[in-house]
């Protein structure tokens, strides 16, 4: 039985648009339209076969969050296969690969009931290992060499835009912070919107009464930005978790979260990077969980890695990035490399799954 309201036609060519903005702007007209139509193509097979798939019985949630998953893993990675130097003739049985690996073990995962987080851990985690195992098959044909295998190997279009995304929010948060001393001098500054909108415009965050008007006042950014960041994720989570997480805020601070988790639509409504980076100072405060999990994070890691050899291991992490080594050696001195407590974690996650 088809999935009633999955459109996946329209819902691919809807991303396939969206992707056309974000494609470097370096780049020649083939090399734009490879990419835009090869993120058109696989969301359109992806989404088609799981309409079609009488076994699984996802729903329209499920099927449109798969469908999400490939189109953006497509984009990224034909975006590294560009920058890689690898010639065109070679970029669909490597696209093909990466898709088919996402497409199976996001349907096994999905059909599991794992955490959404679990599933994107996993999902990054063969993606990287097909990647890495076609450039090896490439070069063990002939068809490249070891140099080229390199430096294609360390492409990574979504680590660059997570880099991007942390230099923009820190220039943000002195922007931030230079409007507030200015605030202190008594100097006017211009309107801001109570929340950041989602890119290509939009509308605030809250429509139709959703906070007092004293209380938008109040919780001017970036506390405003933490609150509705909370609301997204205890949106996704049981009422017991979500009881057990607000109760660590104070009363004010917990009725705003909870009126904000009732607005329909929140999710459209805001920046993804900015409230990705609110989360993780969010985990960063909430007292005794950090250090209780940066404990863990580490112990985990030192358990799987203390009984390789040195020099193998510095192998093993040769094509990693420097962030992931220092996390990996210094856990073996029972420290806790500096990054957030949710990049750790997929980092943790990945090690664990390779080694």
Same mark, same amino acid.
């Given at each position: 039985?088809?999935?009633?309201?999955?459109?996946?036609?329209?819902?691919?060519?809807?991303?396939?648009?969206?992707?056309?903005?974000?494609?470097?702007?370096?780049?020649?007209?083939?090399?734009?339209?490879?990419?835009?139509?090869?993120?058109?193509?696989?969301?359109?097979?992806?989404?088609?076969?799981?309409?079609?798939?009488? &076994?699984?019985?996802?729903?329209?949630?499920?099927?449109?969050?798969?469908?999400? #998953?490939?189109?953006?893993?497509?984009?990224?990675?034909?975006?590294?296969?560009?920058?890689?130097?690898?010639?065109?003739?070679?970029?669909?049985?490597?696209?093909?690969?990466?898709?088919?690996?996402?497409?199976? #073990?996001?349907?096994?995962?999905?059909?599991?009931?794992?955490?959404?987080?679990?599933?994107?851990?996993?999902?990054?985690?063969?993606?990287?290992?097909?990647?890495?195992?076609?450039?090896?098959?490439?070069?063990?044909?002939?068809?490249?060499?070891?140099?080229?295998?390199?430096?294609?190997?360390?492409?990574?279009?979504?680590?660059?835009?997570?880099?991007?995304?942390?230099?923009?929010?820190?220039?943000?948060?002195?922007?931030?912070?230079?409007?507030?001393?200015?605030?202190?001098?008594?100097?006017?500054?211009?309107?801001?919107?109570?929340?950041?909108?989602?890119?290509?415009?939009?509308?605030?965050?809250?429509?139709?009464?959703?906070?007092?008007?004293?209380?938008?006042?109040?919780?001017?950014?970036?506390?405003?930005?933490?609150?509705?960041?909370?609301?997204?994720?205890?949106?996704?989570?049981? &009422?017991?978790?979500?009881?057990?997480?607000?109760?660590?805020?104070?009363?004010?601070?917990?009725?705003?979260?909870?009126?904000?988790?009732?607005?329909?639509?929140?999710?459209?409504?805001?920046?993804?990077?900015?409230?990705?980076?609110?989360?993780?100072?969010?985990?960063?405060?909430?007292?005794?969980?950090?250090?209780?999990?940066?404990?863990?994070?580490?112990?985990?890691?030192? &358990?799987?890695?203390?009984?390789?050899?040195?020099?193998?291991?510095?192998?093993?992490?040769?094509?990693?990035?420097?962030?992931?080594?220092?996390?990996?050696?210094?856990?073996?001195?029972?420290?806790?490399?500096?990054?957030?407590?949710?990049?750790?974690?997929?980092?943790?996650?990945?090690?664990?799954?390779?080694?």
């Amino acid at each position: 039985m088809a999935i009633q309201g999955f459109d996946y036609k329209e819902f691919a060519k809807n991303l396939a648009s969206q992707a056309t903005e974000l494609v470097p702007k370096d780049f020649d007209a083939n090399q734009r339209a490879y990419i835009t139509s090869t993120l058109l193509n696989f969301a359109t097979l992806a989404g088609e076969a799981l309409y079609n798939d009488e &076994e699984s019985n996802f729903n329209a949630d499920q099927a449109v969050m798969i469908t999400q #998953i490939i189109a953006e893993w497509s984009f990224h990675k034909s975006v590294d296969l560009v920058r890689s130097g690898i010639p065109q003739q070679y970029w669909d049985p490597i696209m093909q690969k990466i898709a088919f690996t996402i497409f199976e #073990i996001a349907k096994q995962t999905f059909k599991q009931e794992l955490p959404q987080d679990q599933i994107l851990q996993l999902i990054e985690h063969h993606v990287k290992k097909a990647w890495l195992d076609a450039i090896a098959e490439l070069k063990d044909k002939g068809m490249i060499d070891e140099g080229l295998m390199e430096y294609a190997s360390k492409q990574s279009n979504i680590d660059q835009m997570m880099q991007e995304m942390q230099e923009s929010g820190e220039a943000q948060q002195a922007q931030q912070a230079q409007q507030q001393a200015q605030q202190a001098q008594n100097v006017p500054q211009p309107a801001q919107a109570q929340v950041p909108q989602a890119q290509g415009g939009g509308v605030p965050a809250v429509q139709g009464g959703g906070v007092p008007s004293n209380t938008k006042d109040k919780y001017a950014p970036p506390k405003l930005l933490k609150m509705v960041s909370l609301a997204l994720l205890l949106k996704r989570m049981d &009422e017991e978790n979500v009881q057990s997480i607000l109760e660590r805020f104070d009363q004010d601070v917990a009725g705003t979260v909870i009126k904000y988790m009732f607005v329909d639509g929140l999710e459209e409504k805001v920046d993804p990077t900015l409230t990705m980076k609110c989360l993780d100072e969010i985990a960063e405060n909430i007292p005794g969980a950090t250090e209780i999990n940066k404990k863990r994070l580490v112990q985990g890691v030192k &358990e799987v890695v203390q009984g390789i050899p040195k020099p193998k291991l510095d192998k093993m992490l040769q094509l990693e990035r420097q962030n992931v080594r220092r996390f990996v050696f210094n856990a073996l001195e029972d420290e806790y490399y500096d990054m957030s407590v949710r990049i750790a974690n997929i980092v943790a996650t990945y090690i664990k799954s390779s080694v």
